[in-house]
T-cell receptor, first 117, second 112 residues
Framework: SAVISQKPSRDICQRGTSLTIQCQVD?????MFWYRQQPGQSLTLIAT?????????ESGFVIDKFPISRPNLTFSTLTVSNMSPEDSSIYLCSVSGTVTRLTDTQYFGPGTRLTVL | GENVEQHPSTLSVQEGDSAVIKCTYSDSASNYFPWYKQELGKRPQLIIDIRSNVGEKKDQRIAVTLNKTAKHFSLHITETQPEDSAVYFCAASNSGYSTLTFGKGTMLLVSP
């Protein structure tokens, strides 16, 4: 499977600021996703990052709060904007599929642990 | 949209016992069902998955069964070991959309 990295691995931020999280894959992938995992909770899909077009957001998540970019098949960013303590979570990217093999099996990056004070 | 229910929320077993975690899903169009293991502070790791054209799949000590009619699927771990201790998540997907809906997770504790 692909090697997935995320930056930063963790950060502590002040409320009202924004943080951009990067997800890098070592091979071209078809699909990239962003999830949130609040402390002790399950994974909730924020959006599907679409290459060359606007991300597809799940109910309860909006582009103004979580802008997403995907400039190519190996890289995506998620920005958490105007942060509040309620945004403290682990943010994970996941990927599925390659240019030669379509699959819905998802593999996760190591996550970014965000604490908002 | 899809809704996935997972039970139990916590499960404690003795080393060597079997463990069973059950999930139900609501969308009859779902056709892909992965299971992830997440150790503390780590990323979710895919341990096994099953597609709707198969009723059972086994990989060493781990097996998954699927009942499409009842819309439920289960994870079976035999001969449990302390290193099996983790949170396990089930998920469901309609391949046409590629997105996964996760259950709330089961914390499995295997005592030596």
């Amino acid at each position: 499977s692909a090697v997935i990295s995320q930056k930063p691995s963790r950060d502590i931020c002040q409320r009202g600021t924004s943080l951009t999280i990067q997800c890098q894959v070592d091979s071209q992938v078809t699909m990239m996703f962003w999830y949130r995992q609040q402390p002790g909770q399950s994974l909730t899909l924020i959006a599907t990052a679409n290459q060359g077009s606007e991300a597809t957001y799940e109910s309860g998540f909006v582009i103004d709060k979580f802008p997403i970019s995907r400039p190519n098949l190996t890289f995506s960013t998620l920005t958490v904007s105007n942060m509040s303590p309620e945004d403290s979570s682990i943010y994970l990217c996941s990927v599925s599929g390659t240019v030669t093999r379509l699959t819905d099996t998802q593999y996760f990056g190591p996550g970014t642990r965000l604490t908002v004070l | 949209g899809e809704n996935v229910e997972q039970h139990p929320s916590t499960l404690s077993v003795q080393e060597g016992d079997s463990a069973v975690i059950k999930c139900t899903y609501s969308d009859s169009a779902s056709n892909y069902f992965p299971w992830y293991k997440q150790e503390l502070g780590k990323r979710p790791q895919l341990i096994i998955d099953i597609r709707s054209n198969v009723g059972e799949k086994k990989d060493q000590r781990i097996a998954v069964t699927l009942n499409k009619t009842a819309k439920h699927f289960s994870l079976h771990i035999t001969e449990t070991q302390p290193e099996d201790s983790a949170v396990y998540f089930c998920a469901a997907s309609n391949s046409g959309y590629s997105t996964l809906t996760f259950g709330k997770g089961t914390m499995l504790l295997v005592s030596p």
